[in-house]
């Protein structure tokens, strides 16, 4: 029951949540100076053109009844039509949507690999001159945010070293003949290899610029937590028994002292969902952080509610699995 009761509550937080981004981002981008509608126009268009097209997208009239009017369809499940495309608004959010989330999933693993690599190998030396080295890469890695490493990858893999393709998701001469959007797993399901090959020669600087400071994060919260789990009691009767360090590192610290950063990599994964933003303009990747910029400059209002919209719900339902994972792995909770 009292799960059930925890998610009852997330669920209904949830909900508040999503509707008061959904209020502040409605009212925030109409009050912005600009004209969406004037945009939209040619320089000699009358009076009665604008006054035509404000009313068929509902421009003429006030901004809370603008608002109840696209509640009232997002409830239906309509988000409105783009002003630029003249598209649904919700299919073209989930049609970009793939391609954000492959993208932020492969980031997630790399920066989870390289940071759990590198508080292993911290926590295996401490006290040597390689615990150093790692806590000097750590804070270089933190002090510089994804895009400028993104111009740093685009400068060295891309330009003096061409390995990697350094814009768009996948070759334009390549035949996709997939059903959904999720072109790297679907690859893989159709043992397309030569597919998945070419998708992730395009992925990997843009994944890489997102994931390396967050792999700094994970190295230095996991090496802390294993610096402070290695005192313990249960660690020493370990050591006792005769076990390696290597077996007393990953097999009685490292479950104990990987609850914490499970839950900031939970945490962190909606804000490197969020950091894909500029990443995917600087690589001119086929994502969702590129179309929200597209849709800024442009200012279409209706395409830029849906994808803060579709952001702020991926935030809260990530949050939602974080906090249920870390209450079943931690029996305190659980039990509570």
Known sequence: MTLIRRILLRLLTTAITL??????????????????VAMMLPPGATDDDIARLKALYG?????PEQFLIWLGGVLHGDFGTSITTRQPVLSLVLSRLPATIELSIMALVIAMIIGGALALTGTRKRGTKVEGTIDVTNGVALSVPDFLWGLVLILLF??????????????????????????????????RFDIWADLVSHMFMPSLALAIPLAAIIAQLLKQSLKETMHLDYVTLARTKGYDENHVITREALPNAVL???????VQFTFLIGGTVIIERLFSYEGLGNMAIDAVINRDLPLIQGIVILFALIFTAVNLVVDLTYAALNPRLRNG
């Open 158 to 191: 891309g330009v003096l070293w061409p390995i990697f393709h350094i814009s768009g998701r996948i070759s334009p001469s390549i035949d996709l003949p997939f059903s959904t959007n999720f072109y790297l797993f679907e690859s893989v399901l159709r043992l």
């Open 260 to 266: 914490p950063t499970l839950t900031l990599i939970g």
């Open 59 to 63: 421009l003429d009239k006030t901004i």
């Open 19 to 36: 509707f008061g981004v959904a209020v502040i981002v409605f009212f925030v981008i109409r009050v912005v100076p600009g004209n969406p």
